[in-house]
């Protein structure tokens, strides 16, 4: 097993969201329990991620649209459907929209992993990922640019 580092996800709302939430503060789910969120599909795997956020705060979450595509959720952000949860490392670059780290905070460790001794394709495949992976390392979590 080979880690790649630790994905932290972020709350996305449109730029023009008239909510009143501090950019500098960790935002609590029970802040936006009036939403109708964008969520991701029940089949997708980063879905109980929100599930389990808006849960721990008393709550399940209003749903806007379901989209398959996790990629997809911060663009149906920025139509104004709503807020959605997704990995810092999907938004786009120059994501023009509001981003907040949520409270408590959500992360995952992602590795690369095989069963027996990979052949030398997917090592080569393993190295390169462990080399591009854009997965932000503990320490510069805090440091990451909100909106």
């Known amino acids: 097993m080979h880690l790649l580092g630790t994905e932290e996800f972020v709350i996305v709302l449109p730029p023009g969201d008239p909510s009143d939430l501090n950019p500098a503060a960790r935002v609590p789910f029970s802040a936006l329990r009036d939403r109708e969120w964008v969520r991701l599909a029940p ?6 991620f929100l599930d389990e956020g808006c849960a ?15 990629a997809a959720a911060p663009l149906l952000t920025l139509s104004g459907l709503g807020p959605a949860l997704i990995p810092a490392n999907m938004l786009p670059p120059y ?28 090592t080569a495949f393993i190295e390169k990922l462990v080399a591009g992976a854009h997965i932000m390392p503990p320490g510069l979590v805090e440091a990451f640019p909100r909106c």
């Not at 089949?43 to 109980?48: M, V």
């Not at 705060?57 to 595509?69: D, V």
């Not at 780290?101 to 690369?112: E, F, S």
Request: aromatic share 12%; glycine share 8%; hydrophobic share 40%.
């Open 95 to 122: 994501f023009p929209g509001r981003v907040f780290l949520p409270d408590p905070p959500i992360r995952r460790t992602l590795a690369a992993y095989s069963y027996g001794r990979p052949d030398a394709v997917a």
């Open 43 to 48: 089949r997708n795997g980063l879905a109980r």
């Open 56 to 70: 721990a705060a008393g709550f399940r979450p209003s749903t806007a649209i379901f989209t398959e595509q996790s």
